[in-house]
C-alpha cells in the first residue's frame, strides 16, 4: 500500500515548476525533508538562470539601432520588397513592378499626398541598374549590385518626422585602369494632394470606391496623368521642382553641396 504522502514524495518537477500535488499533502510531510526534497532542482533553476543572465548581459545594451538590422538577402521577383518609414508615411523600394532599380522608389505615401509611377532610376551608359541584394534596418533600405567593374550601393531614408525622403547612391570602380561612364537618374517625380480622407462618403473595397479618395489603397496618379506634372530646373539652388497642375502638391528634388549634375534635361 502506498501512502499519500509517499504519492506526493515520488511526484517529479519539470522545468522548475512544482507539481500541485506537492501542496496537496505537504501536510503529510516533514517541512524539512520537503525542503531537501526541493533543493536540487531548485539549485538547477538558479544555475540554469545565472547561465541565461550571463548571456544576456553579454550583449550590449542598450542595443544601438544597426544591430536590428536585417541580414542581406538576395533579390527575388517574388519576395515582398523592403520599405522604409517614419512616422508620417511609408514607400517601397526594390518592387518588381519599377523594374528592381537599385536606386527608385514608389508607394511613397505622405496623406495626404500620393506617388505614382515611381522615381530615381539609376542608368549607367543609358542601361537600368538592377539591384542583386537588399538589406532592411530600422531605418533604411539599402541595395547593392555590380556593372562591370563598377560597384554600386545605395541608400534611402525617410526623414523624422517630416514629408522627405533621402537617397544616396555610391559608385566604387575596383578597375585597375581608370573608367569613364555616363551616370544618369530619372526624377520625374508624380507626386498628387488627394482630398482628405473625411472628404469620402464610401470606404468599399476599391473596386466600387470613390475615385481619388484614401480607401483600401491610397489614390495615386497614373501614367496618363504625365502631362500633368511641370519640371522646372533651378540652377541657382540645384534643385528641380515639379508641380503638379491638378493639385497643389509641388516635389522638390535637391542635390547634397558638391553634387550638382553636370547636365539636367527635362526630356
Not at 585597375?176 to 507626386?191: G, N, Y
Not at 511641370?230 to 528641380?240: C, D, G, R
Amino acid at each position: 500500500h502506498v501512502t499519500t504522502a509517499e504519492k506526493c514524495y515520488n511526484c517529479s518537477i519539470d522545468s522548475c515548476a512544482l507539481n500541485a500535488a506537492r501542496f496537496s499533502c505537504a501536510r503529510d510531510r516533514n517541512p524539512l525533508h520537503e525542503l531537501l526534497n526541493l533543493l536540487p532542482p531548485m539549485l538547477g533553476c538558479v544555475v540554469l538562470l545565472s547561465i541565461l543572465v550571463v548571456a544576456f548581459c553579454s550583449q550590449q545594451y542598450p542595443l544601438d539601432l544597426a544591430d536590428l538590422a536585417a541580414f542581406w538577402l538576395p533579390y527575388e521577383p517574388e519576395q515582398a520588397p523592403p520599405t522604409v518609414t517614419n512616422s508620417w508615411g511609408s514607400l517601397i523600394v526594390g518592387d518588381a513592378s519599377i523594374g528592381n532599380n537599385v536606386l527608385a522608389f514608389n508607394s511613397l505615401v505622405l496623406p495626404p499626398f500620393s506617388q505614382g509611377q515611381s522615381v530615381g532610376e539609376l542608368y549607367i551608359n543609358d542601361a537600368p541598374v538592377l539591384q542583386q541584394a537588399s538589406r532592411w534596418t530600422p531605418y533604411s533600405a539599402l541595395r547593392t549590385t555590380a556593372v562591370g567593374a563598377i560597384n554600386v550601393t545605395t541608400e534611402i531614408r525617410m526623414v523624422f518626422e517630416a514629408n522627405a525622403v533621402l537617397s544616396r547612391a555610391t559608385l566604387l570602380s575596383t578597375a585597375s585602369t581608370v573608367q569613364t561612364v555616363d551616370v544618369d537618374i530619372d526624377l520625374f517625380a508624380m507626386i498628387r494632394m488627394y482630398p482628405k480622407a473625411d472628404g469620402c462618403t464610401e470606404w468599399n473595397f476599391p473596386t466600387h470606391s470613390e475615385p481619388d479618395c484614401w480607401n483600401w489603397f491610397p489614390p495615386f496618379p497614373n501614367a496618363t496623368d504625365a502631362s500633368d506634372f511641370s519640371p522646372v530646373w533651378l540652377p541657382a539652388n540645384s534643385t528641380l521642382l515639379i508641380t503638379d497642375l491638378a493639385s497643389p502638391a509641388v516635389t522638390a528634388i535637391a542635390f547634397a553641396p558638391g553634387s550638382t549634375p553636370a547636365a539636367v534635361s527635362k526630356g
